[in-house]
């Protein structure tokens, strides 16, 4: 589990995923919905092996979440996706998603990666930004990427420069 400070005093935490997180998450990620089926996909992605999944707790509370993954072996493939970030409305702006973007750069240095990725609705101005603001790149504009037909655009942070 790793700590950090917020703003107002209130502790923050981030741990791994348990079993009875399961409800809060699924009923966040209705937020999605409009994305396709996501409560059922992220369902899915909560028993994959191969995606990490912390959650954060404000005060004793669970406040947001994040999946990063599929983490293969990193000498298959050099990018690994934050596949979702969420913080509750009430827990907005105090920089907590960008906390969590901390540690999937930390993780995915630390399993051997060189990039992350992430893909956000082209309307979703909140998580452009908070992509930007931490250092990633747009890359490319993808049509019909959602299961909705809904556009994305790819986003990309390089963890390491060239000659590190
Ligand atoms: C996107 C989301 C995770 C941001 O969480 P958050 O904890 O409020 O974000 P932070 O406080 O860490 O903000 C970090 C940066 O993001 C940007 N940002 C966040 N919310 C923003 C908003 N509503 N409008 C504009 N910029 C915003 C800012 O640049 C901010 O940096 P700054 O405070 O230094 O200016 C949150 O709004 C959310 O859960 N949305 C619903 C789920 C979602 O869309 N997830 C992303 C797709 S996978």
Do not use: Q
Not at 15 to 39: H, M, N, Q
Not at 61 to 73: A, E, R, S
Not at 85 to 103: D, H, N, Q, S
Not at 122 to 148: D, H, M, Q, R, W
Request: glycine content about 8%; overall charge positive; charged content about 25%.
């Amino acid at each position: 589990m790793s700590n950090f400070f917020t703003p107002g005093k209130s502790t923050a935490s981030l741990r791994r995923v348990r079993p009875t997180d399961r409800d809060f998450i699924l009923d966040a990620s209705r937020v999605f919905e409009k994305f396709g089926p996501y409560v059922e996909i992220i369902n899915g992605w909560l028993t994959d092996p191969w995606i990490e999944v912390m959650v954060l707790e404000t005060d004793g509370t669970k406040t947001g979440f994040i999946f990063l993954g599929p983490l293969f072996p990193s000498y298959f493939r050099a990018t690994v996706d934050v596949m979702a970030i969420y913080v509750r409305p009430e827990a907005r702006g105090k920089g907590l998603a960008k906390r969590m973007l901390r540690w999937a750069e930390a993780r995915a240095l630390a399993a051997g990666y060189l990039t992350l990725r992430a893909h956000v609705g082209c309307e979703n101005e909140p998580a452009l930004s908070l992509f930007k603001s931490t250092g990633f790149k747009v890359i490319k504009k993808i049509e019909n990427y959602y299961p909705s037909g809904l556009a994305a655009y790819e986003l990309r942070k390089r963890l390491l420069k060239e000659n590190e």
